[in-house]
């Protein structure tokens, strides 16, 4: 099979509605009480797990696109990353907007004194340069160093889900689950097994 | 079914009450799942007639009480308390029950009596969180909490058979419950089977998963955080919207200092969270 510009289109579309769809459900549960009487928690917890996942999508392309020897498919990592870093926006923002009401000063020092919450914010410290560098005029631009950038989005795939482990009261199953997840994603990944080219990118994380 | 009572008072703290359906709609009991909305989602089932509490331990008179029977011989008074959770989010209840003191009192604790044990029923059956690991969030069942003998006795100490004008809802710990309005929520103890008196402190359950977490008194202090966020603020779930709830200062005791801060006059609270 090869992934003509139609088939692209559509599992473009596709892509994105399974993003978009699920936000419109959240919208759905909070207004119709399905969320609960009090749903903070759901919405945060909703959002975090929507990023989790779309860090794991996006991380899948590659693999998937070598095994089915279909290049093409790359052209789909953005979107999903793009996604991701709106999930992870988001649920900051709810984190933000309906946890703390909006008290900035207990952000900043929450962030300061939490150790999950500094690993979260800084997954999503880097997702946001990510995201900014996203476009293909940006690519050009940084030539090289724009893959050495986007190299970070390990790190990120190893904060994630210890963010998720870190925050829960009880029960480490699920994170467990995630964290393994994440593993295999990035175990999937030769130049990371191979010791010359982990440590070229050990290297260059380490330049910048 | 409605429930009546006799008197009623909220302490003098004239909060304004949470609404009805949130309080129905959002829990923590972890039997019925981790999600505040499992509870009302898995809770409806629960058999909750026939229902006997027992009172035994360092008592001079072993009890074994049908709660019905329990019900119609005490007393029902309303108490509007505040009910602070762990996790920084509070709720003003109107509860119904009778104090704790005057249930123990018909046992006749023994001068060994030293703290109070408490346990909820444990019915995997009946239970989703205790018939799995995954669904219970991992905690030890049955579910167990402890008071000191002193902090049983207090006035304000509360035993929970209904909420606003009703017997308790499954979700909520029917058919009886503890309320203990100063301390963080997970120590008000839900359907409770079995009350026993005993002379060393007994073990609970959250102090159990993660002892430095949570301590073995768990009274409500804004200056002691939760070792992964705050405890100074809360958030009140009041009526209205999700963006009309409100950021308020998290209060010493939850704001019953004048009934319960002497029981701690001699207690490092650093140390003893």
């Given at each position: 099979?090869t992934l003509?510009q139609?088939?692209l289109l559509?599992?473009?579309?596709?892509l994105?509605?399974?993003?978009l769809?699920?936000?419109?459900y959240?919208?759905a549960?909070?207004?119709?009480?399905?969320?609960?009487?009090?749903p903070?928690?759901?919405v945060i917890?909703?959002?975090g797990m929507?990023?989790?996942?779309g860090l794991?999508?996006?991380?899948?392309?590659?693999?998937?696109?070598?095994?089915w020897?279909?290049?093409a498919?790359?052209?789909v990592?953005?979107l999903?990353?793009?996604?991701?870093?709106?999930?992870a926006?988001?649920?900051?923002g709810?984190f933000?907007?309906l946890?703390?009401?909006?008290?900035?000063?207990l952000?900043?020092?929450e962030?300061v004194?939490?150790?999950?919450?500094?690993v979260?914010?800084?997954?999503?410290l880097?997702?946001t340069?990510?995201?900014?560098?996203?476009?293909q005029g940006?690519?050009?631009?940084l030539?090289?160093?724009w893959q050495r950038l986007?190299?970070?989005v390990?790190?990120?795939?190893?904060?994630?889900?210890?963010?998720f482990?870190?925050?829960?009261?009880?029960?480490?199953y699920?994170?467990?689950l995630?964290?393994?997840l994440?593993?295999?994603?990035l175990a999937?990944?030769?130049?990371l097994?191979n010791?010359?080219?982990?440590?070229?990118?050990?290297?260059?994380?380490?330049?910048? | 079914?409605?429930?009546t009572?006799?008197?009623?008072?909220?302490?003098?703290?004239?909060?304004?009450?949470?609404?009805e359906?949130?309080?129905?709609t959002?829990?923590?009991?972890?039997?019925?799942?981790?999600?505040?909305?499992?509870p009302?989602?898995?809770a409806?089932?629960?058999?909750?007639?026939p229902?006997?509490?027992?009172?035994?331990g360092?008592v001079?008179?072993p009890l074994?009480l049908?709660?019905?029977?329990l019900?119609?011989t005490?007393?029902?008074?309303?108490?509007?308390?505040?009910?602070?959770c762990?996790e920084?989010?509070s709720m003003v209840?109107?509860?119904?029950?009778f104090p704790l003191?005057a249930?123990?009192?018909?046992?006749?604790?023994?001068?060994?009596?030293?703290?109070?044990?408490?346990?909820?029923?444990?019915d995997?059956k009946?239970?989703p969180?205790?018939a799995?690991r995954f669904?219970?969030g991992?905690i030890?069942?049955?579910y167990?909490?402890g008071l000191?003998?002193?902090?049983?006795?207090n006035?304000?100490?509360?035993?929970?058979?209904?909420?606003?004008?009703?017997?308790?809802?499954?979700?909520?710990g029917?058919?009886i419950?503890?309320?203990?309005?100063?301390?963080?929520?997970?120590?008000?103890?839900?359907?409770?089977?079995?009350?026993r008196?005993?002379?060393?402190?007994p073990?609970?359950?959250?102090?159990?998963?993660?002892s430095?977490?949570?301590?073995?008194?768990?009274n409500?202090n804004?200056?002691?955080?939760?070792?992964?966020?705050?405890?100074?603020?809360?958030?009140?779930?009041?009526?209205?919207?999700l963006?009309?709830?409100?950021?308020?200062?998290t209060?010493?005791?939850?704001?019953y200092?004048?009934?319960v801060?002497?029981?701690?006059?001699?207690l490092?609270?650093?140390?003893?969270?």
């Amino acid at each position: 099979m090869t992934l003509t510009q139609g088939r692209l289109l559509a599992l473009k579309t596709l892509l994105h509605l399974c993003f978009l769809l699920p936000l419109l459900y959240l919208a759905a549960a909070v207004q119709g009480g399905a969320a609960g009487g009090d749903p903070v928690q759901y919405v945060i917890h909703f959002l975090g797990m929507g990023a989790l996942h779309g860090l794991m999508a996006s991380l899948l392309v590659s693999p998937l696109a070598r095994w089915w020897k279909l290049g093409a498919l790359v052209r789909v990592r953005r979107l999903l990353g793009l996604w991701t870093f709106a999930y992870a926006l988001l649920h900051l923002g709810a984190f933000l907007v309906l946890d703390l009401l909006g008290d900035w000063a207990l952000l900043l020092s929450e962030v300061v004194r939490r150790p999950y919450i500094v690993v979260g914010m800084l997954a999503l410290l880097i997702l946001t340069a990510l995201a900014l560098t996203s476009t293909q005029g940006m690519q050009r631009r940084l030539g090289r160093r724009w893959q050495r950038l986007h190299n970070w989005v390990y790190l990120v795939a190893l904060l994630a889900p210890v963010h998720f482990w870190w925050s829960v009261k009880s029960g480490w199953y699920e994170p467990a689950l995630y964290l393994m997840l994440c593993l295999g994603l990035l175990a999937l990944r030769p130049k990371l097994w191979n010791f010359k080219s982990f440590q070229q990118i050990v290297t260059n994380f380490n330049r910048g | 079914r409605p429930l009546t009572s006799v008197s009623s008072s909220n302490y003098g703290i004239g909060d304004e009450l949470t609404p009805e359906d949130k309080i129905l709609t959002h829990n923590n009991f972890y039997e019925f799942g981790t999600a505040k909305t499992d509870p009302y989602k898995n809770a409806q089932g629960l058999k909750t007639r026939p229902w006997t509490l027992s009172i035994e331990g360092e008592v001079d008179t072993p009890l074994t009480l049908d709660v019905d029977e329990l019900i119609n011989t005490l007393p029902i008074e309303e108490r509007i308390y505040r009910l602070r959770c762990v996790e920084a989010w509070s709720m003003v209840i109107p509860w119904l029950g009778f104090p704790l003191s005057a249930l123990l009192k018909k046992a006749n604790p023994t001068s060994r009596a030293k703290y109070v044990a408490f346990e909820t029923l444990y019915d995997p059956k009946q239970m989703p969180g205790q018939a799995s690991r995954f669904a219970g969030g991992g905690i030890e069942y049955p579910y167990v909490e402890g008071l000191r003998m002193d902090e049983a006795m207090n006035p304000l100490t509360l035993i929970s058979v209904g909420l606003y004008g009703q017997t308790l809802p499954p979700q909520n710990g029917a058919p009886i419950r503890l309320v203990v309005p100063w301390k963080y929520g997970f120590k008000s103890i839900k359907s409770i089977v079995r009350i026993r008196l005993v002379e060393t402190m007994p073990p609970t359950t959250w102090n159990l998963l993660a002892s430095h977490e949570y301590g073995f008194y768990a009274n409500v202090n804004p200056q002691v955080d939760h070792p992964r966020w705050s405890q100074a603020s809360e958030r009140r779930i009041g009526a209205g919207g999700l963006l009309s709830a409100k950021r308020i200062p998290t209060e010493l005791f939850n704001g019953y200092g004048e009934q319960v801060a002497a029981l701690y006059a001699n207690l490092d609270m650093g140390r003893w969270y």
